[in-house]
């Protein structure tokens, strides 16, 4: 699972503060991402019903 190797690569022991902070924030990007992939449901959003559904490539 990706969180489980962002995870890891935080607690990685001899990298840098910057590098330490970077990849905090690469996690707490993902973790918004994956917060916002489904309703409260557990249903799985793709877009808004205001506009078409916006699939990544």
């Known amino acids: 699972m ?3 190797q962002l995870i890891e ?3 990685e022991e001899g990298i840098s ?3 330490r902070a970077e990849r905090i924030e ?3 990007e ?3 991402a994956e ?3 489904h309703d409260d449901h557990g249903s799985a959003i ?3 019903r205001a ?3 916006h699939f990544e490539d």
Do not use: C, Q, R, V
């Open 9 to 11: 690569e935080i607690n």
């Open 51 to 53: 506009g078409p559904p």
């Open 26 to 28: 690469k996690l707490k």
């Open 2 to 4: 990706l969180y489980d």
């Open 30 to 32: 993902y973790i918004k």
């Open 46 to 48: 793709i877009g808004s």
């Open 35 to 37: 917060a916002h992939l």
């Open 17 to 19: 503060d910057s590098t």
